[in-house]
């Protein structure tokens, strides 16, 4: 167990709509990323929060936001979804920047129908 | 432009057997390098992570090794396991930014 948590582990729904992923970072961890992981793919980097703010952009879609809260837990929020959104959705956290430790989360698997 | 390319992109060994996956980077300035190990569905689980200074580096059965100056980098699993069969994916960050730049995996499969 790596300590973060993501929810839900599934989530099916239909095109057009819009959904909201939840992670928990592991305690202390300030930094929280976000990953899209397409099947057979490789992990695609979306965004990156540290300590409540934004701090590196990736291939993010505009129809897709994010946000750090105050007690550090992280929703990833998805709309007008697609078909090809359907995949893995990854968190991890790590305690501070990129010369730390990143710890995965087990992910959400949403399939878009 | 920062890239980070793996090989092979899969590989079939049977069990007992030992095995090497490469990893050549692009990515500067150079932070350090990390090996994960990701089972079908699941987080990627960390097996090393190495910085400029470090040129090997062991978990177990698995060792890492770092040249910083051909900016490549080897996972050499030892004995393997069938619990080996996962993909092994190399990520590189760069320095003064917080993001990672992900490898597109070797996908390895143990047979016994």
């Known amino acids: 167990d790596s300590g973060v948590t993501q929810t839900p582990k599934h989530l099916i729904t239909a095109t057009g709509q819009r959904v909201t992923l939840r992670c928990s970072p592991r305690s202390g961890d300030l930094s929280v990323y976000w990953y899209q992981q397409s099947l057979d793919q490789g992990l695609q980097f979306l965004i990156q929060?540290?300590?409540?703010?934004?701090?590196a952009k990736g291939n993010i879609l505009e129809r897709f936001s994010a946000q750090q809260f105050p007690d550090l837990h992280s929703e990833l929020n998805l709309s007008s979804l697609e078909l090809g959104d359907s995949a893995l959705y990854f968190c991890a956290s790590s305690v501070a920047t990129s010369n730390t430790e990143a710890f995965f989360g087990q992910g959400t698997r949403l399939t878009v129908v | 432009k920062n890239q980070v390319e793996q090989s092979p992109q899969s590989l079939i060994i049977l069990e007992g057997k030992n095995c090497t996956l490469q990893c050549n980077y692009t990515v500067s300035p150079f932070s350090n390098l990390r090996w994960y190990k990701q089972d079908t569905g699941r987080g990627p689980v960390s097996l090393t992570i190495?910085?400029?200074?470090?040129n090997t580096k062991s978990n177990g059965r698995y060792t890492a090794t770092l040249d910083a100056d051909t900016k490549q980098s080897s996972l050499h699993i030892t004995a393997s396991q069938l619990s080996d069969s996962a993909s092994y994916i190399c990520v590189v960050s760069r320095r003064n930014t917080d993001k990672l730049i992900f490898g597109t995996g070797t996908r390895l499969q143990v047979f016994p």
């Open positions: 190495m910085t400029f200074s470090e």
């Open positions: 929060y540290y300590n409540g703010e934004e701090r």
